[in-house]
DNA sequence: AGGTATTGGTTGAAAATGTAACCAACAAGC
DNA sequence: GCTTGTTGGTTACATTTTCAACCAATACCT
């Protein structure tokens, strides 16, 4: 069989180079959530949903961070158990729970989003700035 | 507490969109090599290396597609028991193993690379001309 | 030569993830 | 009412990943 005329090389592949810089970058901040209050990326992802948005039920964390509910339903329960978060059942619907954050768990969350600023803009800092402009357009674009 | 000017928004975090985007790009590629043939990301991504760049030992591998030696090393086990790769000790230094593909190991190789064009063509399409040219070189940056 | 350190690679246990089955509460149809 | 279907959420089990310890071969040092 013949070479193409391209050779295809994983660094052109997008979804390689994606989940190359993915990691990468994930690695870093996961340092400080991890190392500081010792919470999991899925516990981050419900900390700040319910820190940004306020209180919700799980199924609407299921749908904005697009992620399973059992990753979700393990993030509570952990994050339950670190006193960061209490659930109350609705009334209404007794399926439903509502969560939100204790007062340690907004301290957490106010923390971890001072320094995800900082994180970002120290990312970005890296790119010159249409770059930067054209990458988030490019990764909205692309998340689907 | 008073709320920042910018309220920070995790659509607006670079390790978030960074990581929707490669799980959602990531996952569409999956179905393909696993489906097809049962193999794992970490296979599919040995399996690669060996199809484009050719024989080499493991820790070579290890150090390209930067990932750690035990996802490595099971990676080429099971691609072994597949019967896509052989193993070869050196004589010169016996901890050394060198791999590369069996015929059936390169056949499945062009076949994914063929896919990954496809797959890599149709996502870019998404995108216009000059932001898929910036998102590279972002994240070939980021990925450093 | 001998002793120690390093390297290439494997293995086992613990942690995390994904898949599917499950349960209780509600809704819809009759 | 009763049956069926759906929804919110949990649990159990298999698969993957991570972490640390491990082993054998080589290199280094005296």
Redesign the pocket.
Known sequence: MTEKDTAFDLQDFLPYLLNQSAEACGLGFQKIYKGRYGI???EWRVLFHLGRYGSM????I?ARAR???????????ALEQKRYLK?ER?D????????ALTPAGARVYRDLVEEARRYDAALLARLPPEDAEALRRALKALAG
Chains 1, 2 share one sequence.
């Open positions: 999991l990326r899925s039920p799980a199924k609407e299921v992620t399973h509910k059992t990753k979700i339903s393990r993030a509570v329960k659930r609705d209404a619907d007794r399926r439903l729970e509502h969560l």
